[in-house]
């Protein structure tokens, strides 16, 4: 007798091995379509680039507390200025090392083949693959081209660049005339823009 527990886990088999090119092109479409939405968001929120380089606002830092503060504050404020630097210093140390772009742009584009472009199943060596062995087979080869080749390494080394450049300037960035908006929390972080957005008022209730 079939128990709840194997009747779900092989609805669950049956839906993954049953997504077609058509589903799988929708599921894509609307996730490109969040992002475009929280990119849009991003923008609203974004500083001028005037107050980041504003001279007159540098200073150092009287202390490691004084440094950290200046930071977790500039953060908050230039959160999506510091996020399109950290991109930027990304795309460099990339374009710097073709070879590291290229494995790059051939891993983007064997995920875009198989789970948007293809429309027949998986066969390799006289063998059809199921969706969730597509995938595990995917993951396998990402985690080759990231971690067994140089590609891993320049990542890193272009967050850690990233970092070091943001955390400098919010540093030395006197944060006195910024002024938080109230809605905005500080700890938000240089991703906080990728949320879905602030939560509706609440509904007073009268009795």
């Not at 680039?49 to 504050?73: H, M, Q, Y």
């Not at 910024?178 to 209730?205: C, K």
Request: net charge neutral.
């Amino acid at each position: 007798m079939a128990t709840p527990e194997t009747i779900s886990a092989a609805g669950v088999s049956t839906a993954l091995g049953s997504a077609t090119p058509s589903t799988r092109a929708a599921a894509a479409r609307a996730f490109l379509g969040r992002i475009s939405e929280n990119w849009q968001q991003a923008l609203s929120q974004s500083r001028p680039w005037r107050e980041l380089v504003d001279r007159t606002s540098f200073g150092k830092p009287d202390s490691l507390s004084d440094a950290t503060s200046r930071i977790r504050k500039n953060v908050a404020h230039f959160r999506l200025n510091y996020a399109l630097i950290f991109t930027a210093v990304l795309a460099l140390t990339l374009l710097s090392n073709p070879f590291s772009l290229f494995l790059l742009c051939g891993l983007l584009a064997a995920w875009i083949f198989m789970f948007i472009i293809r429309t027949a199943p998986l066969i390799l060596f006289n063998r059809t693959f199921s969706e969730r062995e597509a995938l595990a087979l995917m993951g396998l080869l990402s985690i080759v081209v990231i971690f067994m080749t140089n590609v891993g390494s320049v990542l890193i080394s272009a967050a850690m660049l990233g970092a070091a450049v943001i955390c400098v300037h919010a540093a030395f960035r006197v944060p006195d005339d910024l002024f938080l908006d109230d809605d905005v929390p500080a700890s938000g972080g240089l991703l906080s823009f990728l949320s879905t957005g602030p939560s509706p008022p609440p509904i007073a209730s009268h009795v």
